[in-house]
């Protein structure tokens, strides 16, 4: 059941490829520094919010160079959204999320600016093909008074011929609770 999810992921992500894709021979180690380098743009948004910087800006900076929105087809499916506004196709949509003050979407308050300070990932499984490269596994976020909020997580990154990845597919969510699932 598992491969068998992994594979329709991907020839989903195969299908939203742009013209030109398929150059890039994506490793295990360029996931893995992709998911790093999200991790790393997820704290300088925290960071620059934390010292009154313009945390609007350096999220826009981050999306723009992480995820693909500016040349193709992004599904992002946040961790705490919710409604009509679960699925952010656009930038517009996934700016909301990380730093809030968009009054079209009035229930986000900014997921990076919760005062992140470290992240960790841990890896769950990763698939590569051609100029694919899947990450599934969990990200643990920590904030500035020690207290840690774990996340599952699922990348599909489309590597351009320089190697660069840009996010094509992000689904988010919190780990299932028993306990919560039996009231």
């Avoid at 590597?159 to 996010?167: E, M, R, V, Y």
Wanted: net charge positive; charged share 25%; aromatic share 10%.
């Amino acid at each position: 059941m598992k491969k068998i999810l992994l594979l329709s992921l991907m020839a989903a992500a195969l299908a939203i490829q742009p013209a030109g894709a398929g150059e890039t021979k994506v490793t295990d180690k360029m996931v893995r520094q992709a998911v790093q380098g999200w991790c790393d743009g997820l704290l300088k948004i925290s960071r620059t919010a934390m010292k009154g910087g313009d945390a609007k800006a350096v999220a826009s900076e981050v999306i723009d160079s992480t995820y693909d929105y500016n040349d193709g087809e992004v599904l992002f499916k946040p961790t705490l959204t919710f409604g009509d506004q679960t699925f952010r196709l656009t930038k517009e949509g996934a700016l909301a999320y990380f730093v809030g003050d968009n009054p079209k979407y009035p229930n986000d308050s900014g997921f990076a600016l919760k005062n992140w300070t470290k992240t960790r990932f841990t890896v769950a499984g990763i698939i590569t093909e051609g100029d694919i490269g899947i990450y599934m596994g969990n990200v643990t976020f920590t904030d500035k008074k020690g207290k840690s909020v774990t996340v599952d997580k699922l990348f599909v990154f489309r590597f351009d011929s320089n190697g660069k990845p840009k996010i094509i597919v992000h689904k988010s969510a919190l780990p299932f609770d028993p306990a919560a699932a039996k009231s």
